[in-house]
């Protein structure tokens, strides 16, 4: 059977074709970032003759596998090169006009890749939809404040990426018009921070954050990763500076700095931050004034991904009242915990709290804000596997309905109820192509989708403890 092919702006591309599914892969969207491209914003591909293969991923951003015991957990896929900045799209072979969904992988802003093979857009296609992942500069490369470089390099990489689906899809088969842009964690974290460019929102008609992080942070925060870099390195902290050390340099330095991090003490992480250009306002003010409808949610137990059962059970009500100091927590906040998770230990409460003021207690208080449609979830599905419950993260194999995938088994098991996984996956589409997902937009904290065995909307889960997090 020959190859499909399509015509992008830049030139032609020949994909794959399986059970009615197209798939091409490791389209450049921008120009490879390397010499004066490092450290400087994405320049559009440029045209090529011929047509071009696209059926094997492009190379990763360059990081390294996750250590310890969330790399038991969590798969690395790392593919060497240098035309890191590509997409891959799978449509329906039949597709015209079909509503589009753009990824956007996690990984704290240092990890990750749309290779990762449960994020196959095969499911998506299968129902009806026109998928496209896209990869984007991490770390160092993509996340350094520098004072010769622009800032949010890699936002800049996305909001590229964003570009060219909305300027190409219809070659696909997608309709430009019908773009949901989705992430989980750091990929969340993107998507907020898309939505907050007003010369973005023409291109979008939704979006979904799963577990993303709304705040950015200050420059000088923000600096404190590849200021760190550069002194352990003994370069200078510039981009000049850092485009003298290789890209496998910088993030072998940087492993060595974050080595001993855990929940509670970590090493200052890659983030976003407030800038004229490539991220104006921060998302958590951005979005409640966005007119683009949104879901947003998290995992009842996202902290219990990042340490182990045995690292929780040493950390005592002692930590807590140094935890407490250190985020000016009002009083009454471990009373309301204790309430509300009266079996819990010490460390349990901790992760709670430390997960609700990172990611819960920020998307409530948007979705309370917003006056366009805001559609909230909780995934409560507990996991067997080493008793993550419902930790960040697992919900990935249910919305991609990737239940047999070899990464989805790692962190929910061989037994998880495909029904779950069929349900979010739908909620996910029928969001994409009708702006509802079938269940209540958030008003008055009543009407929250809670993804279990069985999945049921209710009132707010805790809104005891958040309400206590805001006194």
Known sequence: MPHPVVHTEAGAVSGTRSEGIEHYLGIP???????ARRFALPEPAAA?????????????SPQSPYPGEIGKLLPSTIIPGDDILTVNVWRPEDADGAAVMLWFHGGALERGAAAISTYDGTPFARDGVVFVSANYRLGSEGFSVLPDAPRNIGLADAAEALRWTHRNIARFGGDPSRITIFGESAGGAVVAALLAREDLRPLLAGAIIESGPLDATTPERAARPARDIARRLG???TAEGFRAVSPQRLVATRDELTANSTLIKAAPGFTASVDPTTLPENPRRALVDVDVPVIIGTNTDEYRLWDTPAAFAKLSRGTYALLALAKRLPRGVWRAYRATFPDASPGEIIGQVLTDLAVRQPAIEVARARSASTFVYEFAWASPVRDLRAAHALEIGFVFDALGDEGAITMAGAAAPPELATRMHADWIHFAETRDPGWPAFRDDTLVRRYDTVTEDVPLPRAEVLAALTR
Do not use: H
């Open 235 to 237: 370069v200078p902290a």
């Open 48 to 60: 090529w003759e011929g047509v071009r293969e696209a059926t094997a991923f492009g190379p990763t």
């Open 29 to 35: 969207y921008a120009e490879p970032p390397v010499g």
